[in-house]
Structure formats: structure tokens, C-alpha cells
């Protein structure tokens, strides 16, 4: 496998999804291509959990892993409480690398409200940048999954599509984007968490599935969606929420803002008759949203001034494509 980011959907399912361990009757909802978490039943509450690496932001590695992690706990409707984390070193690394991851997962999960359980930290043959695995997980009297959208759902998103991306490209711009422009780009670092949106949401009973949009950006959270909901659906590129910074940098270097990662883009499978209440509770928190699209019996359409895509098979990340073009 030459390509860098997550491996293809169909080798995930002949190689790995197929080996899952000893069955247990108390596992409700196990690995599956495009749900965010897993589930346990317990005796009166539910333990949700799920797993993310941080390869790609290697400066920011630990607040990066905090927050992607406690977005896919969120997207159950519910606040991640715990997380275990892993750093992995390269050799040679100072010790002020490790203050700082360390001080960066601390921090995050002051903010989150999580308590750090457990970790493991060492020095790892054949690393250049740090990586940094964090495993989030919460106890929970009921939830939602991303496998739950219903035919005729609105599809909301929030804040706009390509967050993180447009935070970690930033980074690789110092000539080509005006100070103002790099300080507004890396402070979409900021916007990353999805806890407010999610839990507002979930608290309406407005919504039937949600989902965060990290690798494939919008297009790839919402294939992974249809698919697990066994589901098509229709966006319209038009109602697409983008940012200016970030349609400046997909236009400098030739990219797909609908496809470029977006951690902190809730993706929400929507109740039609409560599409309203959703909007007008998020926009009294500051929150921005927008109805784009609805879910369908079937096929992935993007619609464009009255052309129609439709997209077959396997998002690959658009940062990936930019990463692979700087080296």
C-alpha cells in the first residue's frame, strides 16, 4: 500500500473486518466501515468507545488526538468522560516534545471535562514525527450511531467543511497568505471540537445520526454514513458551507474543499420536521449551520448548477494528496 491515510473500505473488510476475536452477546454495535464507536451493554448503562491516531499534525499531535477522539464519543449523543493515550517518539526526541504533547492532552481534556486514565509513552524505531493514539470512552444511558439515517433526513453541517485541513496547510503557506490570513487559518484549530453542536442536538431529540467529518472530509463522511445506514444520498455543492480562508487555500493548490479533512464539521441525518428548531437552537449558541442535502434510497449524488456526480468507492483525503506533493 503506497498511499498515505486510511486504507481502502473493501481491503479494511477482507482483512480485518473479518477477525474480530471471540464473539460476546454483550457487544451491541462492533467494527464497521463508517460508525464512529463501538458499544458495550452493562448491566444499567451502555460503555461507548472508540480509538484515533494523530499522524499528520505532529506539532499539535496531542490536542489533536483529544479532540478527534471525544468528537466520535459526541456523535452518540454523549460527552467522553475517560481516555487512555499512547505517544510514540522518534529517536532523538527532546524532552520538550514530550512536555508538550503532554501538556497538550492534558490541556484538551481540561477543557473537554475528561479524566486521563492510563497511557503508555516511548521511543519507537523508524518514526520521523511523533504519534500519539488516544482511546476515548464514556458510560452512557442511551445513544445514537452513525448508522441509524433515515430515507428523507435533511443532512445539516456545521461551521463549514476542510477545518482541520485549512489549520494544518496553513502551516506550509508563509509566503502566500497575508498574516492575517495564516492567523485566521491556524485558528481554526479552535473550532475542531463538536461537543456543543452534538450534545445540543442530541438533547432536541432533533437528530437520528450524526457524524464528524475528519478523513474524506464532507464526502467521505457522507459515504460512510449512507453506506453504514445502507442509504444514499443528495447534496447540493452550492449550500456547502466553505470558508473564505479555506476556499483560498483549495484554490491555491488545487483542491477538493468538499473532500479535504474537517474535524469540527458535524454532519447531522436531521428530522425534517425539526430541521428548524436545529438551526435556530444552533444559531442561538453561535453555532453556524446549513441544511445541504438529504439522505436517499440510493447512490452518493453531489448536484451543480444542474449537473450531477455521483460518487463511487473510497474518499482519499485531499491533505494526503497535498502532503504527498511537498515531498
Known amino acids: 500500500m503506497k498511499a498515505y491515510g486510511?486504507?481502502?473500505?473493501?481491503?479494511?473488510?477482507?482483512?480485518?473486518?473479518d477477525k474480530l476475536g471471540f464473539n460476546r452477546k454483550e457487544i451491541l454495535i462492533g467494527p464497521k466501515v463508517g460508525l464512529d464507536f463501538g458499544v458495550i451493554k452493562l448491566a444499567k448503562k451502555y460503555l461507548i468507545i472508540s480509538v484515533d491516531p494523530v499522524t499528520g499534525a505532529a506539532e499539535e499531535a496531542g490536542w489533536y488526538a483529544v479532540n478527534i477522539s471525544s468528537n466520535d464519543i459526541v456523535t452518540s449523543g454523549n460527552r467522553a468522560q475517560?481516555?487512555?493515550?499512547?505517544?510514540?517518539?522518534?529517536k532523538g526526541a527532546k524532552e520538550d516534545l514530550v512536555d508538550n504533547l503532554g501538556r497538550q492532552?492534558?490541556?484538551?481534556?481540561?477543557?473537554?471535562?475528561?479524566?486521563?486514565?492510563?497511557?503508555?509513552?516511548?521511543?519507537?524505531?523508524?518514526?520521523?514525527?511523533?504519534?500519539?493514539?488516544?482511546?476515548?470512552?464514556?458510560?452512557?444511558?442511551?445513544?445514537?450511531?452513525?448508522?441509524?439515517?433515515?430515507?428523507g433526513d435533511l443532512i445539516l453541517i456545521t461551521k463549514g467543511v476542510g477545518i482541520e485541513g485549512t489549520s494544518l496547510i496553513a502551516k506550509f503557506c508563509e509566503e502566500i497568505l497575508s498574516k492575517r490570513e495564516k492567523k485566521e487559518a491556524?485558528?481554526?484549530?479552535?473550532?475542531?471540537?463538536?461537543?456543543d453542536e452534538a450534545l445540543t442536538l442530541f438533547k432536541l431529540k432533533c437528530v437520528n445520526a450524526m457524524h464528524d467529518a475528519t478523513e474524506g472530509g464532507l464526502i467521505g463522511g457522507l459515504v460512510e454514513m449512507a453506506e453504514a445506514s445502507n442509504l444514499?444520498?443528495?447534496?447540493?455543492?452550492?449550500?456547502?458551507l466553505v470558508n473564505d480562508i479555506t476556499y483560498k487555500i483549495c484554490d491555491l493548490f488545487k483542491l477538493d474543499p468538499l473532500k479535504l479533512i474537517s474535524s469540527g464539521t458535524l454532519i447531522a441525518s436531521v428530522k425534517r420536521?425539526?430541521?428548524?428548531?436545529?438551526?435556530?437552537?444552533?444559531?442561538?449558541?453561535?453555532?453556524?449551520?446549513k441544511i445541504i442535502g438529504e439522505f436517499s434510497k440510493k447512490d452518493y449524488k453531489?448536484?451543480?448548477?444542474?449537473?450531477?456526480?455521483?460518487?463511487?468507492?473510497?474518499?482519499?483525503?485531499?491533505?494526503?494528496?497535498?502532503?504527498?506533493?511537498?515531498?
Open 6 to 17: 486510511k486504507i481502502e473500505p473493501y481491503l479494511l473488510k477482507k482483512h480485518i473486518l
Open 82 to 90: 475517560y481516555i487512555t493515550s499512547t505517544i510514540l517518539l522518534p
Open 105 to 151: 492532552i492534558h490541556e484538551a481534556c481540561k477543557k473537554l471535562k475528561i479524566s486521563i486514565v492510563s497511557g503508555h509513552t516511548e521511543v519507537t524505531p523508524n518514526l520521523t514525527n511523533p504519534v500519539v493514539v488516544v482511546t476515548a470512552f464514556t458510560f452512557a444511558k442511551e445513544y445514537i450511531s452513525s448508522n441509524n439515517a433515515k430515507e
Open 186 to 195: 491556524l485558528k481554526f484549530k479552535d473550532m475542531i471540537s463538536v461537543v
Open 232 to 240: 444514499g444520498f443528495k447534496i447540493y455543492r452550492d449550500r456547502v
Open 273 to 289: 420536521e425539526k430541521a428548524d428548531l436545529a438551526l435556530k437552537s444552533l444559531e442561538k449558541k453561535g453555532i453556524k449551520a
Open 302 to 327: 453531489i448536484i451543480y448548477n444542474d449537473k450531477i456526480e455521483v460518487v463511487k468507492g473510497y474518499i482519499r483525503d485531499e491533505y494526503w494528496r497535498f502532503l504527498e506533493s511537498r515531498l
